[in-house]
Each structure stands twice: as structure tokens, then as C-alpha cells.
């Protein structure tokens, strides 16, 4: 199957050559024909698969061939999506598949000044992607109108979901037009996501593609048990020995990943972290040194990291095992994409090996113990020490989620801060 047999218009089959896409992944190939005549679509499937493209494509063919481009744009999709990086992604991509088109998009997110944004969107856009703390903020203060939006994107609900945006996304709900053509995207489908999918989505087609064959297939997986006080020497280790290309490290925690730097920096190892205690300009900053190869090394926490894409990254290393399964599989997704094969290596310690289960029964047991190093995971039972660091992680964790939540508050204005500060 080739993209010119999804019927779609040359302006786009111009932009893909561009860009040297042929084929249609294939959930752009399920998704694509079923968007174009206008079905609702209610889509399993994660970053990596080509998603965004799948969405993206057909909402520019329909806008395109519907405006009549007199007079100033009005909105005709909106797109939301839980993460500013993620946002600012699916609007990079909108930029490209519509550079032959007349279309006008922009992206609005939180933790910056609302000014630049109020002006893009004060000049007219037919393609809006936001995060939902600021689109409402911006919303309440007159600054967009929905009346003329068409096709509503819903992209990562389960993760929109973790991050406590469900009042958000149900207000929102409430004030979209009625008759409107809606696409909800989840990579994971459990009962309350399913539930929510039925007050957004109207006779919606499936579309299913499974992270077990999308990541697992081209991700060659390891394991590497070792304590954690040798947790990162085994990760200097790697880098030395098994890593000659760029790597993305996963920690679990903000506080975590800075240290990593800090660690890798007394080694002389260069690297950046990404996560959200770093300002918008900071993460774009180290976003952009390590896609542009001026640094290797990028340590993220998951919030952070989620749908971050960077072109053929071979390597992910996990710090630790993540303590929710499905993180996991969306962290190896950063490698792997789109048919490119990867290998991702986990570091665990003896407290984390209860988390590896999970992951293991997760993935199918696709993870292949590595023995041969010199860090070997010994029985001796944690230190007090060892015991007290582990909690003050978890700790962090804990204060990371509430103040992801939180943070989702701040970035509106003080009408709506005082409203969500009084939900919690
Ligand atoms: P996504 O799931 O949208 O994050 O896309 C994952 C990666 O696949 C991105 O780097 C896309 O640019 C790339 N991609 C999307 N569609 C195709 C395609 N048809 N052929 C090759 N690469 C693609």
C-alpha cells in the first residue's frame, strides 16, 4: 500500500515525498480512509506508530478541500494533547504535511507568557493544538471560539487521565460544538477510558494497534541486575561499552536526573536532563542540543519524556524499573520507531525486581538477562541507608504526579487557578 492509493490530495503526497514516506504505517493506513469520510474513530495505539500523521493527514485534506480561504481562518480542528513537548510535536508535524496547503496552525501550552500565543491565535487559525490547562484558560478569557470546529482530537487520554486533566477534558466536552466529527486516541483502553470515549465519540470505527507489536518486535530488550549502589557505575559502564550512538536515560524522578548529570559530568560525560522542574525554554533548550547531536546523552523523567520523538534513536537506557508497567513500554517506544530497530537496557536493583515481574508479564518476557558485567546484583538485603533512599524516591514520585497536577492549575489564569486549587 502506498500513501497515493489512500486518495489523498497532492499538496500532502508532495509534503510526504518530502519527507521521503512512501508507505503508510499501519494504523495511518486503518485510520486514514475511515477520518476522510468523516467516522468518529476511537484509536489503542502509542507514539511511534506513526499516530500523529494518522490524525494529522486527513484533518488537513478535509479542511483544505472545504475552505474557501476569504476572510480571516476560523478554527476548524482542535487537537489536545497532555504535554507541552507532545503539543509542540503534533504542530511541527501539522507544519509539514501542510506546507503546500494554505492552512494556518499554531500551538498553545502552558508555563510561558500568553501573549505571542493570543496574537497567532487573534490573526486566525484553522489548526489548533493545545494542552488543556492553558486552551481553557485562553478559552474563559475570549481569546479562542469554538463555534466553528469541526473535527476534535483527543490524543494520549490515558496519560490526560494520570495527569488529572478529567475535569478539564469534561468542561471541555461541554462547550465544543455538538455536531462535530471527534477522534480519541489512547494507548491504553482500560474501563474509565473506554467510558469517557463513549461521552466524546458518536458510532466510532476501532483501530487497533498493540504496543506488543509495535515496540517489542524491533526493541531488542535487556536486563542488567546490579545493587544500587553500583547502579551508576553499571551505568557509566554502558555508556563506555555498549552505547556508540545517541541515548535517551530514563530516571524516575526530577531530583534523580539531575543528579545523573551532575554524576556523568564528574566523569567528564556531557549530558541534559528534561523534566518539569526545568522552565519551557530550558526543556526546548536541551530538547533541541541533543536532537541537533550537539549532546548525546539525555536523562528525562517519563511525564517529561512522553512522546518526545527523536529521528532513529538506537539506544534507551532505564535507569530503574519503572513502578507502573505500561511506562515501560512507552519508554522503550522512543526506540524502534517506526520499523527502525532499537535496544533498550534496564538497570535494576534488588528492590526493583518485583517492578521487573510486572514489566515481564506485561511484555511477554522479551527481556534477555545480561550476566556478563562486572556490577552483579548480589542477595545482601538493603542498608538502612540503601532503605532510606529508596523511600525518599518513592517520596518524589509521589510529589512529582501532585505537582504535574498542580502545575496543570497554575499555568491558567486566577479565576481558574482559585477554582482548581479549591478541587484539591
Ligand atoms: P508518531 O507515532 O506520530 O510519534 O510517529 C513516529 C515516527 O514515525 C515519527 O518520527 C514520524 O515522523 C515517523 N513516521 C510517521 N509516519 C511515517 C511513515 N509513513 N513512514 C515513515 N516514517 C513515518
Same mark, same amino acid.
Do not use: W
Given at each position: 500500500?502506498?500513501?497515493?492509493?489512500?486518495?489523498?490530495?497532492?499538496?500532502? =503526497?508532495?509534503?510526504?515525498?518530502?519527507?521521503?514516506? %512512501?508507505?503508510? %504505517?499501519?494504523?495511518?493506513?486503518?485510520?486514514?480512509?475511515?477520518?476522510?469520510?468523516?467516522?468518529?474513530?476511537?484509536?489503542?495505539?502509542?507514539?511511534?506508530?506513526?499516530?500523529?500523521?494518522?490524525?494529522?493527514?486527513?484533518?488537513?485534506?478535509?479542511?483544505?478541500?472545504?475552505?474557501?480561504?476569504?476572510?480571516?481562518? $476560523?478554527?476548524? &480542528?482542535?487537537?489536545?494533547? +497532555?504535554?507541552?513537548? =507532545?503539543?509542540?510535536?503534533?504542530?511541527?508535524?501539522? &507544519?509539514?504535511?501542510?506546507?503546500?496547503?494554505?492552512?494556518?496552525?499554531?500551538?498553545?501550552?502552558?508555563?510561558?507568557? *500568553?501573549?505571542?500565543?493570543?496574537? $497567532? =491565535?487573534?490573526?486566525?487559525?484553522?489548526?489548533?493544538?493545545?494542552?488543556?490547562?492553558?486552551? =481553557?484558560?485562553?478559552?474563559?478569557?475570549?481569546?479562542?471560539?469554538?463555534?466553528?470546529?469541526?473535527?476534535?482530537?483527543?490524543?494520549?487520554?490515558?496519560?490526560?487521565?494520570?495527569?488529572?486533566?478529567?475535569?478539564?477534558?469534561?468542561?471541555?466536552?461541554?462547550?465544543? +460544538?455538538?455536531?462535530?466529527?471527534?477522534?480519541?486516541?489512547?494507548?491504553?483502553?482500560?474501563?474509565?477510558?473506554?467510558?469517557?470515549?463513549?461521552?466524546?465519540?458518536?458510532? +466510532?470505527?476501532?483501530?487497533?494497534?498493540?504496543?506488543?507489536?509495535?515496540?517489542?518486535?524491533?526493541?531488542?530488550?535487556?536486563?542488567?541486575?546490579?545493587?544500587?549502589?553500583?547502579?551508576?557505575?553499571?551505568?557509566?559502564?554502558?555508556?563506555? %561499552?555498549?552505547?556508540?550512538? *545517541?541515548?535517551?536515560?530514563?530516571?524516575?524522578?526530577?531530583?534523580?536526573?539531575?543528579?545523573?548529570?551532575?554524576?556523568?559530568?564528574?566523569?567528564?560525560?556531557?549530558?541534559?536532563?528534561?523534566?518539569?522542574?526545568?522552565?519551557?525554554?530550558?526543556?526546548?533548550?536541551?530538547?533541541?542540543?541533543?536532537?541537533?547531536?550537539?549532546?548525546?546523552?539525555?536523562?528525562? @523523567?517519563?511525564?517529561?519524556?512522553?512522546?518526545?520523538?527523536?529521528?532513529?534513536?538506537?539506544?534507551?537506557?532505564?535507569?530503574?524499573?519503572?513502578?507502573?508497567?505500561?511506562?515501560?513500554?512507552?519508554?522503550?517506544?522512543? @526506540?524502534?520507531?517506526?520499523?527502525?530497530?532499537?535496544?533498550?537496557?534496564?538497570?535494576?536493583? +534488588?528492590?526493583?525486581?518485583?517492578?521487573?515481574?510486572?514489566?515481564?508479564?506485561?511484555?511477554?518476557?522479551?527481556?534477555? %538477562?545480561?550476566?556478563?558485567?562486572?556490577?552483579? *546484583?548480589?542477595?545482601?538485603?538493603?542498608?538502612?541507608?540503601?532503605?532510606?533512599?529508596?523511600?525518599?524516591?518513592?517520596?518524589?514520585?509521589?510529589?512529582?504526579?501532585?505537582?504535574?497536577?498542580?502545575?496543570?492549575? *497554575?499555568?491558567?489564569?486566577?479565576?481558574? $487557578?482559585?477554582?482548581?486549587?479549591?478541587?484539591?
Amino acid at each position: 500500500m502506498k500513501f497515493r492509493d489512500l486518495g489523498l490530495i497532492e499538496p500532502i =503526497l508532495k509534503a510526504l515525498n518530502d519527507k521521503n514516506y %512512501t508507505e503508510p %504505517t499501519p494504523i495511518q493506513e486503518q485510520a486514514i480512509p475511515i477520518i476522510l469520510r468523516n467516522q468518529d474513530i476511537l484509536g489503542c495505539a502509542q507514539t511511534g506508530t506513526g499516530k500523529t500523521a494518522a490524525f494529522a493527514i486527513p484533518i488537513i485534506q478535509l479542511i483544505q478541500q472545504k475552505e474557501t480561504h476569504q476572510g480571516k481562518p $476560523k478554527l476548524r &480542528a482542535l487537537i489536545v494533547t +497532555p504535554t507541552r513537548e =507532545l503539543a509542540i510535536q503534533i504542530d511541527e508535524n501539522i &507544519a509539514e504535511y501542510s506546507k503546500y496547503t494554505n492552512l494556518k496552525h499554531a500551538v498553545i501550552f502552558g508555563g510561558v507568557k *500568553q501573549g505571542k500565543q493570543v496574537t $497567532k =491565535l487573534r490573526n486566525g487559525v484553522h489548526i489548533l493544538t493545545a494542552t488543556p490547562g492553558r486552551l =481553557l484558560d485562553l478559552q474563559d478569557q475570549g481569546h479562542i471560539n469554538f463555534n466553528d470546529i469541526k473535527l476534535f482530537v483527543l490524543d494520549e487520554a490515558d496519560r490526560m487521565l494520570d495527569m488529572g486533566f478529567i475535569h478539564d477534558i469534561k468542561k471541555l466536552i461541554r462547550i465544543l +460544538p455538538e455536531k462535530r466529527q471527534s477522534l480519541f486516541f489512547s494507548a491504553t483502553m482500560p474501563e474509565n477510558i473506554f467510558k469517557l470515549s463513549r461521552t466524546i465519540l458518536n458510532d +466510532p470505527a476501532k483501530v487497533e494497534i498493540t504496543p506488543a507489536s509495535t515496540t517489542a518486535d524491533t526493541v531488542k530488550q535487556e536486563v542488567y541486575f546490579t545493587n544500587m549502589s553500583t547502579k551508576r557505575d553499571m551505568l557509566v559502564h554502558l555508556l563506555k %561499552t555498549e552505547i556508540d550512538d *545517541q541515548v535517551l536515560i530514563f530516571h524516575r524522578t526530577k531530583h534523580g536526573a539531575d543528579k545523573i548529570v551532575r554524576y556523568l559530568k564528574g566523569r567528564d560525560i556531557r549530558s541534559v536532563a528534561i523534566h518539569g522542574n526545568k522552565s519551557q525554554n530550558q526543556r526546548q533548550a536541551a530538547l533541541k542540543d541533543f536532537k541537533s547531536g550537539k549532546v548525546n546523552i539525555m536523562i528525562a @523523567t517519563d511525564i517529561a519524556s512522553r512522546g518526545i520523538d527523536i529521528d532513529k534513536l538506537k539506544y534507551v537506557i532505564n535507569f530503574n524499573i519503572p513502578n507502573v508497567a505500561e511506562d515501560y513500554v512507552h519508554r522503550i517506544g522512543r @526506540t524502534g520507531r517506526a520499523g527502525e530497530s532499537g535496544r533498550a537496557m534496564s538497570i535494576c536493583e +534488588p528492590e526493583e525486581n518485583a517492578f521487573l515481574k510486572d514489566v515481564m508479564k506485561l511484555v511477554g518476557n522479551k527481556i534477555k %538477562t545480561i550476566n556478563d558485567h562486572p556490577f552483579p *546484583q548480589t542477595d545482601k538485603p538493603m542498608t538502612e541507608r540503601e532503605k532510606k533512599e529508596f523511600n525518599k524516591q518513592k517520596e518524589a514520585k509521589k510529589r512529582e504526579m501532585i505537582a504535574a497536577r498542580r502545575a496543570s492549575g *497554575q499555568n491558567r489564569g486566577s479565576r481558574q $487557578k482559585s477554582k482548581s486549587n479549591y478541587r484539591r
